[in-house]
Every structure is written in C-alpha cells, then in structure tokens.
C-alpha cells in the first residue's frame, strides 16, 4: 500500500486555497521546485492528478476535491489530538475552555461552571465574546465548549450541536417604588422609562412586539447588551429593566429590586453549544448531564 505522508497533505492544502504554487510557496517558506516535488509526490502516492493548470494558476480536479475533503478531516483530527495530548492535561489536572456571550446571566454561568470550580483536578479557562467569534474559535479547537442563550444554526460545514439547559421566565424589575405604581403591561407602558436588552435579544424582540401590539411605547433609557451592566442599572432605580429574574437574584433576594411584571410570553433560553469532536473533553459533557438533570428535576430557577 502506497504511503501517505502528512506533510504532502499540508501541503497540498495550501496550494487549494491559494491557486497558485507561488503564492503557496511564499506562505510554506519554500521554493516553488521544492512544493512542486511534494504535489507530484502527494498525486503519485494517490495515482490521480489533482490540479488542472489554468490560466492565472491551478484549479481542483474531481480527485483534487475529493482528496481536499479527506486532507481538511485528516488536518482536523491532528489538531485535534495535539489539544487533547498537549493542552487538556498540564501537570494532572484537567483544562476545561469555556467560551460565554457577554448577554449571559452570569449567575447562570456560576451554577454551570461550579461542579468544575469544586474540583482540584481541574482548571477552568474562560473568556468572553460575541457567539460568531466564540463558535470561530471553537471550530479551532480554542474553546471546549459555548455558553449562549441562543441555538448555533447548523450547517455541514458547521455541524453543532446546541443543548437546551434551561429556560428562564423574564420580568420587568425596579426598586421597590415601581411597585407602589401599579402600572399595567403592556397597556399603561406609554412613556414609562425602561432599559432594554439590545436588539439582537429575543427577548428584545419580543418585548418590543408586545408594547407595539398594545399601543403602547415606552421610553427608552438605555440598551444594553451585557447582562452585569442591566443589573448595575437596574440598580439606580431611573426606570424598569427587562431581565430574567435570576440575574439580579441577589437583588430580589435583599429587597433592593422587586419583580414589578412578570411576562409569561416571554423566556430566555441558555443553551451549551459543542462540536463533534472525536476526541472531546469528558468535562463538557458532565457539566450538560448536570444542568440537563437539573432542568428535568425542578423548574428553572427564578
């Protein structure tokens, strides 16, 4: 059986996205001889050509693209055994990369985090962003798993996996004064102050609906994107702020803000999102059992 060699692939990666050997030379820091050497090895080892010369450089042949599927899954899985051999494990713990959109509940984060957190073995790692970038550097092997409180679309190139952990009714809160208001949602919200999650929120969206379908239009004070600053203004007690209770739980819990509206047609989901990893960390999927076990035992958490 002829041999394969990695080298040869990498190689031939690089010359398909670039088209053209030069370039691909120039990026590999080797000569255009030399990587002209390595194709025709890589094509004699398959006993197919896999370029077609055409003017202004090579385009695949049918083999050539068949053979770039096989070499971007070989690539894949080397990456992935270098994370799993040279990152997961550093002096006998367990790495665990958590990725979280900045609109997460960050008490929500905690509770998943926390079986984790407890363990000496292992070492948390997290970091923060937008869902495109964290699903970007998932795909990289960079992050084990993302937090979010929305599905990943899935597509071939892109199949994740998106599990639901919990789902959370959302309100309107404010400090206790709101309360002595009485004001009906949505009808009496015409020019009522309130601070809103961004419009890339569901819950956003959905909030909007309602108020519109009513008549009604509050006035905005502030839209935020980041749920540790919705508490932080919810806090100053200038209007009311559209939150999953849970995020300003501690709040609540001391009486500094009072849920005002609980809005039944409304819920934040918080969802983990993976990939299909040959290799994936056996932390990942603990912590959804945990969180899904949860979900199924109580009601989510107010």
Known sequence: MPFLNYHHLRYFRF????????????????SVPAL???LKQLEESLGHPLFDRVPGGLDLTEAGSIALGYAEAIARAGE????V??????GGRQILRVGAVGTLSRNFLLEFLQPALHRADVEV?????IQRDLLVSMHAHEVDVVLSNHAAARDAGRPWHSHLLA????????????KKKRLRFPDGFRDVPVILPSLESNTRAAFDRLTAAAGARPRLLAEVDDMAMLRLLAREGEGLTLVP???VRDEIESGALVETHRIPQISET?????ATRRFPNPLVAELVGTMVGRKRKRPAKR
Do not use: C
Request: charged share 20%; glycine share 4%.
């Open 85 to 90: 051999m040279q990152h997961r494990q550093h």
């Open 167 to 178: 789902e959370q009714p959302v309100s309107l809160v404010g400090v206790p004064a709101w």
């Open 36 to 38: 002209s050497i390595q």
């Open 125 to 129: 790692i997290l970091r923060s962003g």
């Open 15 to 30: 010359i398909a996205r670039e088209k053209n050997l030069t370039r691909a030379a120039a990026k590999l820091n080797l």
């Open 80 to 83: 992935e055994l270098m994370d």
């Open 270 to 274: 918080f969802y983990a999102i993976t």
């Open 245 to 247: 209770p849970v995020v």
